[in-house]
């Protein structure tokens, strides 16, 4: 991409698709879905049926579809209006088509996570992502523009779905699911709003900062800010697509059985984070790299730096991220939606006031957004600062933190590899000598990382 798509098209495309994901998010079909896998999990696990949960997921995905299909197509007076080229709404409608195909994936998806069958929604996952970057590999190189990356959404989509249909053998009758969703609607509508605007919140986030830096700083700087964003979205799709949805199944498995799930939370929680500041610090390290090897290419290059700064925030948005679905499934969601608004308005509005100070203040308003929400999160949780937990995790995202804004110091970066290679070092010494895994985590990595995580496990 960096190398055959201009800079200043990659920025209109990521201004287009923040105002589509922000359309989109508010529609909250979606999270009801989510509150039908819940207690369709819940149900599943004391002996129920899960057939009827299945046809009422299939039964909101289709109405999802329809009318996000519809939101995408009647937005185009906004899309004009601020500033997108014409000839780009094409892509536009293209993903009205991957997300008919995406929210009947979703449904099939949910099935699976209901039934505790985690493993095989993450393979259809991992499918689409496959598909996706082969076929965008091949379609930049072919048409050279922005549209390569929506068609090659599309084809990952349409890959995932066909996956899906194969491990559910076939759809459920939409019809049939109508009863749970009525005799259910009090508890599904409670638990179905929350998820929705919890999932709004963070897709919120993310979109309305690509808007503002475009609308403040320009299609250039949009392009920058979503490249550095893509790159620190290697860290943090750890927190949502990953580790949430492996762990919300388990815990709402949990709740059926009645078995302690603030241990189950926290088996993940902490090795999920530790994992996360690891990355960063690895990604940061080979981040100089990739220009060299062309990787990164022209203009692009210019993201290096803020991409450095972006990633260290990436620890606390994973550890935020899987707080929340926590939450949600607990029955606390209210309190993770407060602690979100809390988060996203202080972000937003510090960004707003300070936007006259370039890309390093919306890259700052991450920080603080996330920052808001785990205070939030500790004053309910009442972490006490003395455990070695918080201690690792504390040293952990200080040592990040510094391995994050060294880099941009200096041009070649005069702080590379020396203090990223001793963060790490430093961070892997602690690890070894507190031993924050639970010792649980042994049993449930690939046979190959069991070595490697062996010495920084504790006995239980």
Request: charge should be positive.
């Amino acid at each position: 991409m960096t190398r055959y798509i201009p800079l200043v098209q990659y920025g209109y495309y990521n201004a287009l698709f923040a105002i589509i994901n922000s359309i989109g998010a508010l529609i909250p079909i979606s999270g009801i879905s989510n509150a039908i896998a819940r207690e369709g999990a819940i149900d599943h696990v004391m002996g129920g049926d899960s057939k009827p949960y299945f046809s009422a997921m299939v039964f909101m995905s289709l109405i999802m579809a329809a009318i996000y299909g519809l939101a995408i197509v009647l937005a185009v007076p906004i899309y004009l209006g601020s500033g997108i080229p014409r000839w780009l709404l094409g892509t536009a409608y293209i993903y009205a088509g991957t997300a008919f195909i995406q929210s009947i994936a979703g449904a099939l998806g949910l099935y699976l996570w209901l039934t505790g069958r985690v493993a095989s929604q993450g393979m259809g996952s991992t499918l689409n992502m496959l598909v996706m970057r082969l076929t965008q590999v091949v379609l930049i190189v072919v048409v050279r523009n922005v549209y390569a990356l929506a068609i090659s959404v599309l084809l990952g989509s349409i890959a995932q779905f066909i996956y899906y249909l194969g491990s559910a053998k076939g759809i459920a009758n939409p019809s049939l699911g109508i009863g749970i969703i009525v005799s259910r609607i009090r508890g599904l509508l409670e638990f179905g709003f929350q998820s929705w605007i919890l999932g709004y919140m963070g897709t919120l986030g993310f979109s309305l900062l690509t808007y503002l830096v475009y609308l403040y700083l320009g299609p250039d700087f949009s392009g920058i800010y979503g490249l550095a964003a893509v790159l620190a979205n290697v860290v943090t799709a750890l927190g949502g697509p990953a580790v949430s949805t492996v762990l919300s199944s388990r815990v709402s498995h949990g709740l059926g059985l009645g078995v302690n799930v603030g241990r189950i939370f926290h088996d993940y929680a902490v090795p999920t984070f530790i994992t996360a500041t690891l990355m960063v610090q690895l990604i940061v390290l080979v981040l100089p790299v990739l220009p060299m090897v062309g990787i990164i290419n022209g203009e692009y290059v210019r993201s290096i730096p803020y991409a450095s700064v972006l990633l260290g925030y990436a620890p606390l948005a994973v550890i935020a991220t899987v707080y929340t679905s926590y939450y949600w499934v607990v029955g606390r969601g209210w309190y993770a939606f407060i602690a979100n608004i809390a988060g996203l308005g202080t972000g937003v509005l510090v960004y707003i006031m300070l936007h006259s100070l370039g890309i390093y203040m919306a890259i700052a308003s991450n920080y603080i957004m996330y920052m808001v929400i785990l205070v939030m999160y500790r004053h309910n949780e009442g972490w006490s600062v003395r455990s070695s937990n918080v201690l690792v995790i504390g040293s952990s995202l200080l040592l990040t933190l510094l391995s994050s804004s060294l880099l941009p110091i200096g041009d070649p970066p005069i702080s590379w590899p020396l203090a990223q290679l001793i963060s790490m070092i430093i961070l892997l010494i602690a690890l070894y000598v507190i031993k924050p895994l639970p010792n649980s985590l042994v049993n449930q990595v690939p046979r190959f990382a069991k070595p490697f995580i062996a010495p920084f496990t504790r006995v239980d």
